[in-house]
């Protein structure tokens, strides 16, 4: 915990399954920047929820940012949903994203999602 004139800055606390997963970052300072995590069968992320926890720290009640996602049967996120804003994605069959990032002829990412204004340079 950091300390300024005797009042907590930060204090945060992190659980986790038995898999090693993170399942909760509670802020007991700043309590609307608490998270809860949910995932899948194969330990893959499911959801992100951050804000207020609950009493029993079980479910975010006042939800200021969510984020989701789906995988194919490779483990690819085949869709991804940030705030309520979706971004479908499909794969070829080297599982390189397609439509939303490009590649080299060595099947290296140029271009990432979200990185629209300049790409990699994968020459480095």
């Known amino acids: 915990m950091t300390l300024k004139n005797n009042n907590p800055l930060v204090h945060i606390i992190h659980s986790y399954d038995y898999s090693g997963n993170r399942t909760k970052r509670h802020d007991s300072v700043h309590a609307a920047n608490s998270e809860l995590y949910n995932y899948d069968n194969l330990g893959q992320i499911k959801t992100l929820n951050r804000g207020t926890l609950n009493t029993n720290q079980t479910a975010v009640t006042t939800v200021n940012h969510s984020e989701s996602w789906n995988f194919d049967?490779?483990?690819?996120?085949?869709?991804?949903?940030?705030?309520?804003?979706?971004?479908?994605?499909t794969h070829n069959a080297a599982n390189e994203l397609q439509d939303i990032a490009t590649h080299d002829t060595n099947g290296n990412m140029t271009l990432m999602p979200?990185?629209?204004t300049h790409g990699i340079d994968s020459s480095k």
Not at 73 to 89: L, M
């Open 73 to 89: 049967q490779t483990g690819n996120w085949s869709q991804y949903t940030k705030n309520g804003t979706t971004e479908n994605r």
């Open 114 to 116: 979200g990185n629209t």
